[in-house]
């Protein structure tokens, strides 16, 4: 079946400029996390959607990311006033539940780059 | 504290050989989930074994062994029969049941090189 998808693979802006980062998760899952992945680091949290909510939003780093998903399938993550700092790759993930043995599986993820 | 550790920034290992990546964890749960995944240069985050804290034998998975000490803390991952093909990053990551939405925590990864 098809796996979680990100689209656009890659993504240049300028300072300042706004961003949307599209994630499709694999169909089913109730659960989908945005990571932030800078080089030569493990993946950092962002935020946890229980279907259409946004159940854990702690690992946002400031009020210019904002994420949805109003369907409780799609989800989009937002960048306002994107700044050089926020050159990243963007991890999406879906898990079919939310146990302690749920493993997550990832898209190939958005790369970054503000200049 | 960092709640996961991963002290190998690289390993090299013969094809054929097998492989141990470290990974300690920190938690004052019971309950928790031990993850490790794959990560090729393409970029995707692939799964490969689970450990969970009240299993009682080491997980496995074909060529993936998970070598679990609970008393130190430790969820080494054990590759045997080296292939090319597992040239990649390897993250370790842990679930815990004290935080409330159980989000996976991540390791800083060990890159990994297979020699022909």
């Known amino acids: 079946g098809a796996g979680v998808s990100q689209t656009p693979s890659n993504k240049v802006t300028e300072k300042g400029k706004y961003v949307e980062l599209r994630c499709d998760p694999i169909s089913g899952h109730t659960a989908l996390y945005w990571y932030r992945q800078s080089l030569g680091q493990g993946p950092e949290f962002l935020i946890y959607f229980q279907g259409t909510g946004a159940a854990d939003d702690s690992g946002l780093p400031n009020d210019r990311f904002f994420a949805v998903r109003p369907e409780g399938s799609v989800s989009t993550l937002k960048i306002q006033r994107t700044e050089r700092g926020d050159s990243a790759v963007y991890l999406c993930?879906?898990?079919?539940?939310?146990?302690?043995?749920?493993?997550?599986?990832f898209g190939n993820g958005t790369r970054l780059t503000v200049t | 504290a960092q709640k996961i550790t991963q002290t190998q920034p690289g390993m090299f290992v013969q094809e054929k050989e097998a492989v141990t990546l470290d990974c300690t964890y920190d938690?004052?749960?019971?309950?928790?989930?031990l993850f490790w995944y794959k990560q090729p240069s393409s970029g995707e985050m692939i799964f490969l074994i689970y450990q969970g804290s009240y299993d009682e034998q080491n997980a496995t998975e074909g060529r993936y062994s998970l070598n679990f000490q609970k008393a130190r803390k430790s969820a080494n991952l054990v590759i045997s029969a080296s292939q090319l093909g597992d040239s990649a990053m390897y993250f370790c990551?842990?679930?815990?049941?004290?935080?409330?939405?159980?989000?996976?925590?991540f390791g800083r990864g060990t890159s990994l090189i297979v020699h022909p």
């Open positions: 938690t004052s749960d019971q309950s928790y989930g």
């Open positions: 990551a842990m679930r815990e049941g004290n935080r409330g939405s159980y989000i996976p925590t």
């Open positions: 993930a879906s898990s079919l539940g939310q146990g302690l043995n749920s493993p997550l599986h």
